[in-house]
């Protein structure tokens, strides 16, 4: 049996992926600010993995620490693709350039691409979560 905090947790990460994953096709739609849509489906992907991490006991206090953890707990474990590493670290780095480093405009384009990337992301963790049975 799965302790009840971890499980209302997890559930709690995942509506907060939910909406911020909503909130970039919201913006998606509207052919907002490609740095939003970004900003929107990287933090769905981050709070995916939040509730990945709430199974494991390792919750980080940074950024960094989240993605190094989804490498090391679930990719180089082959319990989610490389692919999915990819995509997270692409997103995580255009939201960091976009905000911190902006040499150029993000793309729409681009946007379109770490939102669709972004969802992928988000049903596979949810799928993993379902067949744990921590949703």
Do not use: W
Not at 51 to 60: D, E, H, I
């Amino acid at each position: 049996m799965k302790p009840e905090h971890v499980v209302e947790l997890v559930k709690l990460r995942l509506e907060h992926a939910r909406i911020a994953s909503e909130d970039a096709q919201f913006l998606l739609n509207g052919k907002r600010s490609p740095q939003s849509i970004i900003n929107r489906a990287c933090y769905a992907m981050f709070y995916a993995v939040l509730a990945l991490l709430q199974t494991t006991s390792k919750v980080p206090a940074k950024h960094t620490g989240v993605l190094s953890l989804f490498d090391t707990e679930f990719v180089m474990k082959g319990i989610f693709p490389k692919a999915l590493s990819k995509d997270f670290h692409q997103a995580f780095e255009l939201r960091q350039v976009s905000y911190y480093q902006p040499v150029k405009p993000l793309t729409f384009a681009e946007a379109q691409d770490i939102s669709a990337k972004s969802q992928l992301f988000v049903d596979n963790v949810k799928q993993y979560l379902k067949t744990k049975e921590f949703c």
